[in-house]
């Protein structure tokens, strides 16, 4: 029977919704008001697909202040602990908060709050591979990015030299970890909310189940 170290943490990386800050490339097509929901929404939606995984923890880490009313609502719903990223990049900010959930779990999974497309499988599976031998789960993005990477193992350099936000991201991830000799599992492409032309596929998903994003 497992324990609560050997069924892991599950990290969620998010920024505080505040208005102007949160999916600006979508806010000349749809606003500040439509850009701002989405994102929250999505985020709900993530929190719903992450109870039907097994972790022992699901954690939300902010980029920015976690005492939003956004965030207080979701406290009171969802199972979660909230704690504020830290750090100077992205890169830093992972690897600061893997190596917290890592000195209590034998293994973390850290996805963007942003990626609708996701499913609990892929989180069911992502713990499987880390479980069985594997140091390193990537979720390739069909953008170029990566919407989940696991560890069970802190390592800095799989994190130094990226260059954020651009289309690199997922290949150059791959590279550090190639030259760490790690061995590297990935779970199926999806995609996430960062362009207008993304709006479509992510509208098209709400209808079916639109109870989950709120």
């Not at 600061?96 to 996701?118: E, M, T, W």
């Not at 193992?153 to 990226?162: D, G, M, Y």
């Not at 289309?167 to 791959?174: D, E, K, P």
């Amino acid at each position: 029977m497992e324990n609560e170290f050997s069924r892991g943490a599950l990290l969620i990386f998010t920024k505080a919704p505040v208005r102007g800050h949160v999916k600006t490339r979508l806010i000349p097509s749809i606003g500040l008001e439509h850009a701002t929901s989405i994102y929250q929404e999505i985020l709900t939606k993530t929190l719903s697909t992450a109870r039907k995984s097994n972790f022992s923890s699901i954690q939300v880490w902010v980029d920015g202040g976690v005492e939003h009313a956004y965030f207080k609502r979701l406290k009171s719903r969802h199972k979660v602990k909230f704690y504020k990223q830290k750090g100077k990049d992205l890169g830093v900010r992972m690897m600061n908060a893997f190596k917290i959930a890592l000195r209590q779990y034998s293994h973390a999974v850290l996805i963007g709050g942003d990626c609708p497309s996701l499913e609990y499988l892929d989180l069911i599976m992502a713990s499987d591979y880390l479980k069985n031998n594997t140091d390193v789960v990537l979720g390739p993005a069909i953008d170029g990015g990566y919407y989940l990477i696991g560890l069970n193992k802190n390592n800095a350099q799989i994190f130094t030299n990226v260059k954020w936000g651009k289309s690199g991201v997922f290949a150059h991830t791959c590279e550090n970890i190639s030259a760490l000799g790690l061995k590297l599992d990935l779970l199926p492409e999806r995609w996430d909310v960062d362009r207008t032309v993304d709006l479509l596929p992510y509208f098209k998903m709400k209808r079916k189940n639109a109870t989950l994003y709120y």
